[in-house]
Each structure stands twice: as C-alpha cells, then as structure tokens.
T-cell receptor, first 116, second 115 residues
Framework: AQTVTQSQPEMSVQEAETVTLSCTYDTSESDYYLFWYKQPPSRQMILVIRQEAYKQQNATENRFSVNFQKAAKSFSLKISDSQLGDAAMYFCAYRSPQGGSEKLVFGKGTKLTVNP | DTGVSQDPRHKITKRGQNVTFRCDPISEHNRLYWYRQTLGQGPEFLTYFQNEAQLEKSRLLSDRFSAERPKGSFSTLEIQRTEQGDSAMYLC?????????????FGPGTRLTVL
C-alpha cells in the first residue's frame, strides 16, 4: 500500500522568508500524481500545487514550487516570500490511477506558522 | 458561492445514535468522495462515487457506515450506532472525472462529536 510521510509536524518561518516542507512517499508504481494541499484554520482544504510523476520539470505556482525527486521518492514544497496568509496545515498527498482508484493518500500534515 | 457544501457543519450526538451528513458537490462534477480526518492526522479515504455508482470503498467503511448518491447529485453519509471512535471531521470532495489531473475540491467538513 502507498504511504505518505511528512516528517515535520510543525514548521515556522518569518514573514518574507522562504520555507521548505518535506514529504516522502512509498510506492511501487511508476505513474502517479502528487499534490500539496493547504488547510487554513477552520477553512476548507485547497490545492496548492500538483506534479505528475512522468514530468521531470518541477511544478511552480507563483510563490510555491516543488522539488520532485522521483528516484528518492521525495516531494518537497518551497514557499517563497512567506505571507501571514500562508499559515495553515499543509498536507502532501499521492494518487495513482492504477486499477481505477481515485483515492488520495495523505500524510499527517505539517503545521506552518508565519511570524510577522 | 458554487463550491462544495456540507451540512451540518457540526454535529454532537450520544453514543449509539444514528447520524446522517449531506454533501452537495460542485454542479457538473460527476465524482464525489468522502474522507475522514481525525485530530492530528491527514484525511483518510472512505468511499467515492461516479455519478450514482459507488465505485470504491475503504476498509475503514465498516458495516455501520453507508453512503449514497441518489441521482448522481448530492450524497449522504450515514453512521449507525455511533461510537466514540467515530468522532472526527468528515470531508466531502468532488471532481470533474474527465478533467486533467481530476482535481478534488473539498468542502468545509462536518465535525462529529460522539459523547
């Protein structure tokens, strides 16, 4: 079974600085998707960024970028120029289309605090 | 707002009671998912529907849990004979099945507390 591990329960960053959140996963499949979701306090989860495993180029979305290392099964999220609104729980998630499964497998999350 | 909506947002019940939650997906989304999130954990998949057909169920979905999606629109999740271990946030998500990436859009969740 696929597993997703986020080894940092909590992280903090100063406003305007850069922070990197770690994620590793375990799978025997070659085709899959990886996601980072943001869950602000008492608000719904939203997709931050996504990556297809066959793409070597790392995904970027404005201040958010990933470092995807397929061989190492690593998928870290870098947030540049951190803003107070970035404070949230961040979840790394995995999905494989193999066998028609649509489920997302999530890590336990990293709580990000942004200090002014 | 045309996002995923869930009702109720909070539910407190006594052990042994039955509860039912409702999820209204984004209109035109043909896929609907249920997840459960306990404190300090990431969401765990429970089940998903494509239109009205329930296509995948997790082993977490015990026989006390049942989900339906009549007519392929809204969905209900019922928990019978609730136990304290059922206390969690129940999240619903929907997606446009044939869209690239098949991004899942999440609702605000229903927080269940079983006393």
């Amino acid at each position: 079974a696929q597993t997703v591990t986020q080894s940092q329960p909590e992280m903090s960053v100063q406003e305007a600085e850069t922070v990197t959140l770690s994620c590793t996963y375990d799978t025997s499949e070659s085709d899959y998707y990886l996601f980072w979701y943001k869950q602000p306090p008492s608000r719904q989860m939203i997709l931050v960024i996504r990556q297809e495993a066959y793409k070597q180029q790392n995904a970027t979305e404005n201040r958010f970028s990933v470092n995807f290392q397929k061989a190492a099964k690593s998928f870290s999220l870098k947030i540049s120029d951190s803003q107070l609104g970035d404070a949230a729980m961040y979840f790394c998630a995995y999905r494989s289309p193999q066998g028609g499964s649509e489920k997302l497998v999530f890590g336990k999350g990293t709580k990000l605090t942004v200090n002014p | 707002d045309t996002g995923v909506s869930q009702d109720p947002r909070h539910k407190i019940t006594k052990r042994g009671q039955n509860v039912t939650f409702r999820c209204d997906p984004i209109s035109e989304h043909n896929r609907l998912y249920w997840y459960r999130q306990t404190l300090g954990q990431g969401p765990e998949f429970l089940t998903y529907f494509q239109n009205e057909a329930q296509l995948e169920k997790s082993r977490l979905l015990s026989d006390r849990f049942s989900a339906e999606r009549p007519k392929g629109s809204f969905s209900t999740l019922e928990i019978q004979r609730t136990e304290q271990g059922d206390s969690a946030m129940y999240l619903c998500a929907s997606s446009l099945g044939w869209a690239y990436y098949n991004e899942q859009f999440f609702g605000p969740g229903t927080r269940l507390t079983v006393l």
